[in-house]
């Protein structure tokens, strides 16, 4: 894949902003963890395992940002402006928006199909973001969407069995990216914390069932490990997106999951507004 390009105009040559926050890992368990989703419960998870709060330095990625790449680091930032006005009108966001989406992952990835299976937005403000499938705030737990089995299925879900079985003979590769873009900006409050996929170690990714109304799904959390590295794009505006990696039908050694988490900035003013983002996932075919 493609590395990442901004136009010269972002604010990229300013003094790079790390920071110092609190992230929230999973407590290792012996037994599997599980959680009720927000689609089942109608307002935020329940969840059934324990968590601890870590300290992290958190990287401004914004000097590094022409260098990474979604097969080594996760996670890329890009400039990718919308003409969709409303990002609260789903009529809109399941068009207009959808093809954008479409367009910017056949540009960034070589994509040479992009299927849109979903769509949520997250607001840290009031009771969240209004969504078809009830109201949801940003993700406060350090996590992975996808894993080696939930990821695949998710495949097969998006494109049927026998279409996936089909490209998959023809040699194509899959990958499943989530395009997060602010729904206004700057971010001044909870923004998104990644990790860059090197640093984390596969005995820290704990798989987790996610119960749905009508399934059982399962995403990654994360172990706290000393050894990871953390970024974050501060003062994002709605011009600018990360795509996030979540999964890869390759597993051949190049970033496959990528860890992400909202986090509270320091030092966040008292009137700073809600942080309310989108974020749409898809499922990116490559080649067959």
């Known amino acids: 894949m493609s590395q990442a390009t901004l136009d010269p105009d972002l604010p990229a040559a300013r003094a790079p902003a790390d920071v110092r926050a609190a992230l929230t890992f999973i407590k290792r368990s012996d037994k599997k963890p599980v959680f009720e989703s927000s689609a089942l419960t109608g307002g935020a998870p329940r969840v059934h395992f ?77 009771t969240g973001a209004r969504n ?48 997060w873009r602010p729904i206004c900006g700057p971010v001044a409050r ?6 860059d996929t090197a640093s984390v170690r596969p005995e820290d990714l704990i798989a987790t069932d996610q119960i749905f109304p009508d399934r059982v799904g399962e995403i990654y959390h994360l172990a706290f490990n000393p050894a990871q590295r953390w970024y974050y794009a501060p ?31 320091p030092a966040t003013p008292e009137n700073a507004p809600p942080r309310e983002s989108i974020e749409v996932r898809t499922m990116a075919v490559i080649g067959g």
Request: proline fraction near 4%.
């Open 50 to 126: 324990e968590t601890e709060q870590h300290v992290v330095g958190i990287r401004d990625m914004r000097p590094l940002a022409a260098g990474l790449s979604l097969d080594r680091h996760g996670f890329e930032l890009r400039r990718s402006p919308t003409a969709v006005a409303d990002l609260y009108d789903d009529a809109a966001v399941e068009d207009a928006y959808y093809r954008e989406i479409e367009a910017l992952l056949r540009a960034a990835v070589g994509a040479t199909r992009v299927v849109v299976f979903d769509a949520t937005r997250r607001s840290d403000g009031g």
């Open 132 to 179: 078809r499938d009830g109201m949801r705030g940003p993700a406060s737990r350090v996590h992975v969407d996808y894993t080696p089995k939930s990821g695949p299925q998710r495949l097969k879900d998006a494109l049927g069995e026998a279409e996936v079985a089909r490209l998959l003979a023809a040699g194509a590769r899959i990958v499943q990216l989530n395009v």
């Open 190 to 195: 909870s923004p998104l914390a990644l990790a």
């Open 235 to 265: 003062g994002m505006d709605r011009d600018e997106v990360l795509l996030i990696k979540g999964w890869d039908s390759l597993a051949d050694g190049r970033a496959r999951f990528t860890p992400h988490s909202a986090f509270d900035l």
